[in-house]
């Protein structure tokens, strides 16, 4: 049996709950979890604010641990070695998406926490190919949140072929933006990062921001106009993006890795004059989460993390919807 905490109902507290995970397949990897970041998504699985969760319901899915089962074919990973788990638990592997090396976007990809129980529990299981081997020289209690917020942040730098003499924006220095800085600085580019708060200007220095730019300062936006080739969104928040829009220059682009609540509206011909671009991105591929890692090992980098046990996981979840997390929460057993 696998000992986890659930939530039976909508916006429900978490329980103590137990299930039968069956016989283990023959390309599924069992974890023995030590650590689990807790991420904004868990809560709107919980509250089911996207429509789409099923009850009783384990949240989870920033994992590291020890693999302590491995089915017949699996051949990545050995029993004993240290992995991390992210959002994706399976891919088809034999789609166009996962044979180009984009699991990602497989149409048949898995969560580890829709339709499924995930990581707040003392083991949690998945498909060999997402399960990622951690490199060495990497921190276990603190690298939970790179399988989540950190290759999300992570993902549109490679894909979109960011480069060191690149001017890139963040807006929204949080759980994601704050990683974005440190990725985005050791990546050799001029960072400039948004934030409501003023509070954060000093922090957001350190993390790697060259310039701090209040947000809520309509003239201190206006002075932006053609500043930067990409600008990353990590907030959950209705902006007024044609402002940002005119922030970027020719070629820029303004990319969406945070669910904003409304329709992304603009005028074409701000998008067309200057042949800029809107996108967004989920994640990445196992290829991308451990280039990342080995990426941030050499880079010393690493989320800011506070603690708690798992007996203790309604308070963190508690503190992180009070907007008091600075920056990630990392449940530990």
């Not at 003239?219 to 928040?237: C, G, H, P, R, Y």
């Amino acid at each position: 049996m696998i000992h986890a905490y659930a939530a039976k109902t909508a916006g429900g507290k978490l329980e103590p709950f137990e299930y039968d995970p069956g016989a283990l397949k023959d390309e599924e990897v069992e974890i023995n979890v030590e650590y689990c970041g807790i991420c904004h998504s868990d809560v709107s699985m919980l509250n089911n604010d996207w429509g789409m969760t099923q009850y009783p319901l384990v949240p989870g899915h920033e994992v590291v641990g020890t693999v302590a089962a491995i089915g017949d074919r699996v051949k990545t990973v050995e029993v004993g070695q240290q992995v991390g788990l992210g959002w994706y638990s399976h891919s088809c592997m034999h789609c166009e998406w996962c044979m180009s090396g984009n699991h990602n976007l497989c149409l048949k990809a898995e969560s580890t926490i829709v339709a499924r129980h995930g990581g707040f529990a003392d083991k949690v299981r998945a498909h060999e190919e997402w399960a990622v081997p951690l490199p060495e020289g990497i921190e276990p209690a603190k690298v939970g949140p790179l399988f989540c917020g950190g290759i999300t942040v992570f993902n549109p730098i490679v894909e979109f072929d960011v480069k060191p003499t690149d001017r890139v924006g963040v807006i929204g220095i949080g759980g994601l933006g704050h990683i974005a800085l440190q990725f985005l600085q050791a990546w050799g580019c001029e960072v400039t990062a948004f934030s409501t708060n003023p509070d954060k200007e000093a922090e957001a220095r350190k993390l790697g921001a060259n310039h701090f730019v209040n947000s809520r300062d309509p003239q201190a936006l206006e002075k932006l106009v053609n500043s930067f080739d990409m600008i990353i969104s990590t907030v959950n928040a209705d902006l007024d993006w044609g402002t940002y829009i005119s922030t970027l220059r020719p070629k820029g682009r303004l990319h969406f890795v945070g669910v904003v609540p409304s329709a992304i509206q603009t005028y074409a011909f701000s998008l067309i004059a200057g042949q800029k671009t809107l996108s967004g991105s989920p994640l990445g591929s196992p290829q991308t989460i451990a280039r990342m890692l080995d990426f941030a090992v050499r880079h010393n980098i690493e989320p800011v993390i506070e603690t708690f046990p798992f007996s203790q996981v309604n308070e963190a979840i508690a503190h992180l919807e009070a907007g008091k997390a600075r920056y990630r929460i990392v449940l530990k057993h």
